[in-house]
């Protein structure tokens, strides 16, 4: 008999924070040009789930005002034009306080399952999307999305099955951008 998935809220399953630069104006060069990798929306929307560059650096100015995230974090742009867009961290890196930070709780999950989840459930949180002059995504209502939480064997196998379905969609899309350039 296996064990039972969970459901859980996101909040059980990771420590959800937002992303911290609150110094105004933002772009004040005292705070950047450093080595601390500083990732903005861009960066995530730029990656293919794993976010492997990064645009902007803080100094140790920066760092001070804002708020180191560890390799592994899940990302979600909470605001803007781009709200939802989601990564995964392949380096420690601080962000503003449109990204929030989703670090798996180390006995519960694993980051690419978290982001998996997070891929499936946000829609839910993007329809709840208060409709302002901006879409935007509520840190309590994110806390709260319940996500099922089976054993770490198993988000394991369910990650490395759809690592390998995306491949497939990655191969079947680079065919197709082949055939339309012959065409």
Same mark, same amino acid.
């Given at each position: 008999?296996?064990?039972?998935? $969970?459901?859980?809220?996101?909040?059980?399953? !990771?420590?959800?924070?937002?992303?911290?630069?609150?110094?105004?104006?933002?772009?004040?060069?005292?705070?950047?040009?450093?080595?601390?990798?500083?990732?903005?929306?861009?960066?995530?929307?730029?990656?293919?789930?794993?976010?492997?560059?990064?645009?902007?650096?803080?100094?140790?100015?920066?760092?001070?005002?804002?708020?180191?995230?560890?390799?592994?974090?899940?990302?979600? +742009?909470?605001?803007?034009?781009?709200?939802?867009?989601?990564?995964?961290?392949?380096?420690? !890196?601080?962000?503003?306080?449109?990204?929030?930070?989703?670090? +798996?709780?180390?006995?519960?999950?694993?980051?690419?399952?978290?982001?998996?989840?997070? @891929?499936?459930?946000?829609? +839910?949180?993007?329809? $709840?999307?208060?409709?302002?002059?901006?879409?935007?995504?509520? %840190?309590?209502?994110? @806390?709260?999305?319940?996500?099922?939480?089976?054993? %770490?064997?198993?988000?394991?196998?369910?990650? !490395?099955? %759809?690592?390998?379905?995306?491949?497939?969609?990655?191969?079947?899309? $680079?065919?197709? +951008? $082949?055939?339309?350039?012959?065409?």
């Amino acid at each position: 008999k296996s064990p039972r998935w $969970e459901l859980k809220p996101l909040g059980g399953a !990771a420590r959800i924070a937002r992303g911290k630069f609150s110094f105004r104006p933002r772009n004040d060069p005292r705070f950047y040009g450093g080595s601390i990798p500083f990732i903005q929306i861009g960066d995530i929307s730029n990656s293919d789930r794993h976010i492997r560059r990064y645009s902007q650096t803080l100094n140790e100015k920066g760092l001070a005002i804002s708020r180191m995230f560890p390799k592994g974090t899940v990302v979600i +742009a909470i605001t803007g034009a781009t709200v939802g867009v989601t990564g995964i961290l392949t380096f420690d !890196a601080c962000f503003p306080d449109s990204i929030v930070g989703m670090v +798996a709780h180390e006995n519960t999950a694993i980051s690419d399952f978290i982001y998996w989840a997070v @891929e499936y459930v946000k829609k +839910a949180a993007l329809a $709840e999307a208060t409709q302002t002059t901006q879409p935007n995504i509520n %840190l309590k209502n994110l @806390e709260k999305l319940r996500i099922p939480i089976p054993p %770490l064997p198993e988000q394991r196998r369910i990650v !490395a099955h %759809l690592d390998g379905l995306q491949a497939k969609v990655d191969a079947l899309k $680079e065919l197709q +951008a $082949e055939s339309v350039d012959e065409v």
